[in-house]
């Protein structure tokens, strides 16, 4: 009977160990999954925090997020470029980290704003800089403040590209008012009664007839510039051998050239080739001539010149032996309008686009345009074009 009991137990015993081995297993198993589900949880945010970091870095603008106390929770790479603070300014405050007391004060505000705030941000430098900063409180579902939010655009490219603007219509209407005053003035003088004098009738439509023409060379070299600028001319690259085209514009120029006795010397090799659109290098090469016959000394030399850069590449250039350029303006003077000598330039007839037109034009066929020239040892202008393609 003892035995019986013994035996029971026995049996008794293996099931539960058995069925407690199964648990203990079945505990081992699911502690393993949870580890295995927690692990790919951690995984999975950590994916998408590092793909939101990338996405924020990526950003143009800067972003800074604040937490309820105004302490920096996330700052993207733009904003941390922009005020050149670093990733331990996490956790301190906006003025810590940006050091401008108007956008701690615009941060501020949010507690009892609802709206975008919208503030322009000058930046002293160097270099100086414009930003837009727009901020916003950042609520939950109940409308519970939850921090802010604050965008920082850099608007230094458009509020230059916006004063370039503003100087180009100011210089081109003092560029049109200066002859279209003149016209006017000499109209008034003849109705006035000049026109019953022979000698002064021709003196006064000699001035209008001059400064009509100033307008119409100002009028097409603008509307020539805002081409090239905008890219609407379309250049027709075709070979076009140097020398005869320095030949050609030397013919054209030939009167100017003899008035201020000028002599004009070709040096470009014969049979080099350039891949250029025939009108623009012709226009090219003529406003640097007529600069340096403008310029030049009277009674000076100008020469163009060619060689070969590269098996690919050639250089021209225009030389003169008149005053040259003061250093200081030798690399302004390849903007619109701007003349060393303002008087000398309009006495000549110039409108002061020539250099821009030159530039684009070169650039327009891959070419860079660039100006040497000591103080008295006269001026030289070079550009490049590429080299006539075999075949075409
Ligand atoms: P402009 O119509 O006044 O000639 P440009 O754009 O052709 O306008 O030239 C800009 C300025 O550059 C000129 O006003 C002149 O002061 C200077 N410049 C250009 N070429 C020469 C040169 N060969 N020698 C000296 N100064 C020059």
Redesign the pocket.
């Known amino acids: 009977m003892t035995a019986f009991f013994a035996i029971l137990a026995a049996i008794g015993f293996a099931a539960w160990w058995s069925t407690a081995r199964k648990r203990k297993a079945e505990a081992q198993h699911m502690a393993a999954e949870a580890a295995k589900l927690s692990a790919l949880h951690a995984e999975a945010i950590d994916h998408h925090q590092h793909r939101l970091e990338t996405l924020l870095d990526s950003m143009i603008e800067g972003l800074v997020v604040l937490d309820v106390n105004g302490r920096i929770t996330l700052a993207n790479r733009a904003a941390e470029t922009l005020f050149g603070f670093s990733r331990q300014m996490i956790g301190g405050t906006l003025l810590e980290a940006v050091r401008h007391h108007e956008v701690a004060a615009l941060a501020a505000r949010l507690g009892s704003e609802t709206a975008i705030l919208d503030h322009e941000l000058r930046i002293e430098g160097p270099p100086p800089r414009v930003l837009q900063v727009n901020a916003v409180a950042l609520r939950d579902g109940a409308g519970i403040g939850g921090g802010a939010m604050l965008v920082f655009h850099d608007l230094t490219r458009l509020r230059e590209l916006e004063g370039a603007r503003q100087e180009f219509v100011a210089n081109v209407s003092h560029e049109l008012r200066t002859p279209l005053s003149l016209i006017k003035g000499a109209a008034e003088t003849l109705l006035d009664g000049a026109k019953n004098d022979p000698g002064a009738v021709e003196r006064l439509l000699q001035i209008i007839d001059r400064h009509a023409d100033r307008l119409t060379l100002l009028i097409d070299d603008l509307l020539l510039l805002a081409k090239l600028d905008s890219g609407r001319i379309v250049i027709h690259p075709e070979p076009s051998a140097l020398r005869s085209a320095t030949q050609e514009v030397f013919g054209d120029l030939s009167k100017r050239a003899a008035a201020r006795n000028v002599r004009l010397e070709n040096a470009v090799p014969s049979g080099l080739m350039a891949q250029a659109d025939p009108d623009r290098l012709r226009q090219v090469l003529s406003?640097?001539v007529?600069?340096?016959i403008?310029?030049?000394k009277a009674g000076g030399l100008l020469t163009v010149s060619a060689r070969l850069l590269s098996e690919s590449v050639i250089e021209v250039g225009?030389k003169?032996d008149?005053?040259?350029?003061p250093q200081d303006?030798l690399a302004r003077?390849?903007e619109?309008?701007?003349?060393?000598?303002?008087a000398?330039?309009?006495e000549?007839?110039?409108?002061?686009?020539?250099?821009?037109?030159?530039k684009h034009a070169v650039q327009a066929h891959g070419g860079e345009v660039r100006?040497e020239?000591e103080p008295g040892q006269?001026?030289a202008?070079y550009f490049t074009l590429p080299v006539a393609k075999p075949g075409q």
């Open positions: 406003n640097l007529d600069n340096g403008k310029y030049g225009v003169d008149g005053p040259g350029i303006a003077v390849f619109r309008f701007y003349r060393v000598d303002k000398r330039s309009r000549q007839g110039g409108t002061g686009l020539g250099l821009a037109i030159v100006v020239s006269g001026a202008f």
